[in-house]
């Protein structure tokens, strides 16, 4: 069993910076691919960025530039820095995993989210 506990959200001012961390415990052997989605108010959830065992990177086209994933792989964390942070930025940040258990199944582990706020 896996968990993924995210950290790391809060209430920051436009043009702002904060950092988002996803913890994994438990058994994580086989995650291959960890990524950050996130979900405005009201609205679907939408990828904004991903990163590979291998430490290939994807953005969305509104993180790029601004947003850099990472990972520690001493500690199991993948971060998510975000700087000059804009009000649309608002949303709760959901950490995504994706683990192959088999050569037939792969299972997608979430975390609970962490809510981000961009306001005066």
């Not at 988002?20 to 438990?26: F, I, Q």
Request: proline content about 3%; glycine content about 10%.
């Amino acid at each position: 069993q896996v968990q993924l506990v995210e950290s790391g959200g809060g209430l920051v001012q436009p043009g702002g910076s904060l950092r988002l961390s996803c913890e994994a415990s438990g058994d994580t052997a086989g995650i291959y691919e960890t990524d950050w989605y996130r979900r405005p108010p009201g609205q679907s959830r939408d990828l904004v960025a991903r990163i590979t065992d291998g430490g290939t990177t994807e953005y969305a086209a509104s993180a790029k530039g601004r947003f850099t994933i990472f990972k520690d792989n001493t500690k199991n964390i993948v971060y998510l820095q975000m700087n000059n942070l804009e009000p649309e930025d608002t949303a709760v940040y959901l950490c995504h995993a994706s683990q192959r258990r088999s050569a037939t199944r792969i299972d997608n582990l979430w975390g609970q989210g962490t809510q981000v706020t961009v306001s005066t």
